[in-house]
């Protein structure tokens, strides 16, 4: 058994520095401690724990968000503004202009509804759709909102001296501000509304108070969403036949059981993020891509991470390296002999993946034969509108808010995630389930969601400040052991897979491996969103995806160009993936036993096991 799997599993603590007897003329300040040191500074402990206290608690009311970053971009804003007197002039001239050209228009309207609004919405925005929304005065109205949004964004963006990067957060806090007024969200302004509560009188209403209430009261007492009961872990979803064929204090490692009498002979290896409990890889039966795997021939492994709780706090990255990857590698190993491993990594668990495969390639630990990655950034200097909040200030904030518990907690995160897409995930929801009284029948991604998971202190606070803000693993910083790791030392076949509709690895992102990746790499662009966009089964209605394969030696394209030149394909890249992997294995053998008890890996407990289960 290697070394890997002796390992207890307990991460490494810094010890207090020592007091030398004598100081040098000349004292150097000390090195600051890193941000989840358990040993903070004696003389300021006190002070800490106030501030510390204060900050966890302001940000259980902001979701998270720095109340300082907010402050600090709107007087960087009002500064600049200020000493622009030609954008102020250029602002009222706007305000004037279209204030006429609404005049105009509601004139206009009244008398003649087919008369040409003055600005149309944008593509993704659907709020205003529907012939009601046509009819005077509810044009006006909604006219009026989109022209003052355009606005504001022409107030918030090229302000001569202010910041890009206050720039966009200003624009994209005014827009989320803004959208909560939209007269969507209000009975007495939306005429969908009003319809319905004339033609229902108002039962619409009296229902949308009730599921208000329900959704209020599952709230509380942490209870899933309404229907979520109907998708029970090992009961309808996660259903796929397997084993528990290791278990470490931070994952548990299943094996499928084959459905085909002979098998690719290099096993597939699923690292989901640890942000995400891994069975949105095994849903319903229709839609499980462990299953299209097992049921096309591949032996299938997958890494299911424990939910941790205030005892984990300390565990790290490379605890989740070496405790995740690593280990599944090593079980792997033994449980199939002398056989390289497709390794695929999602979301988090694809920058991890990427972490571990740069070390064995620089390493020389050969053991991999393909690199798969679904919606996994390594670069993270253009990770979409997560990027906005993210700064010293901030990731500060996010470190006392866990300070306390010990874990990002499941709605801290998801109220992140919410606010990116807050007419889609918010407002919507709330004239439709709350102001219609049409709740949305759950399905299984939906209750998938809602079955979150926490992220340990240390962990968390590494990946902002390593990832996020100094973006080591990109630029040869990230180290593993004593030494650097860079993508340039994975000399493996690589499939990476992006999503068009991403909000949180924005496909341009993801398509950065081809600067740093020099072996052979196929690229696909599929339709949908970060987890729509993956759980793409055949037959599902609506998707398409576009694929190229750059072999090396090939020069670069950018993804622009990528994305105009490459030819779009109807349907799931599911076959795409199932084909490439096939085409990168060797030959077809009997399948391997389930588990391999006397090499220590002996089938411990049904799938899906049990550290999926944990609340």
Known sequence: MSSTLKDSGEPSRPLPEATAAAQPAEVKAPKPQPSWDPWPLTGEFAYLSIDRAFKANLARLTLGLSPAVLAEQTFDWLAHLAISPGKQLQLIAKGLHKGARLGAYAAQSAVNPEVAPCIAPLPQDHRFEGATWQRWPYNVLYQSFLLTQQWWHNATTGVDGLSARNEARLSFTARQLLDTFSPSNFPWTNPQVIQTTLEQGGQNLVQGFQNFLEDWRRAVSGKPPVGAENYVVGEQVAVTPGKVVFRNRLIELIQYAPATEQVHAEPVLIVPAPIMKYYILDLSPQNSLVKYLIEHGHTVFMISWKNPTADDRELGMDDYRRLGIMAALDAIAGIVPDRKVHAAGYCLGGTLLMIAAAAMGRDGDERLASMTLFAAQGDFTDAGELMLFINESQVSYLENMMWDSGYLDTYQMSGAFQILRSNDLIWSRLVREYLLGRPQPMNDLMAWNADATRLPYRMHSEYLHRCFLNNDFAEGRYQVGDHPVSLADVRVPS?????????????????????????????????????????????????????????????????????????????????????????????????????????????????????????
Do not use: C
Request: hydrophobic share 30%.
């Open 495 to 615: 499939f990476v897979v992006g999503t068009s509709a991403d909000h949180v690895a924005p496909w341009r992102s993801v398509y950065k491996v081809h600067l740093v990746l020099p072996n052979e790499l196929t690229f696909v662009l599929a339709s949908g969103g970060h987890n729509a966009g993956i759980v793409s089964e055949p037959g599902h209605p609506g998707r398409t995806y576009q694929v190229r394969t750059r072999q090396p030696g090939e020069h670069y394209t950018d993804p622009q160009t990528w994305q105009a030149e490459t030819p779009s394909r109807e349907g799931s890249w599911w076959p795409e993936w199932q084909a490439w992997l096939a085409g990168h294995s060797t030959a077809r053998i009997p399948p391997p036993s389930m588990g391999a008890p006397k090499k220590g890996y002996p089938p411990r407990q049904e799938a899906p096991g049990s550290y999926v289960r944990q609340p």
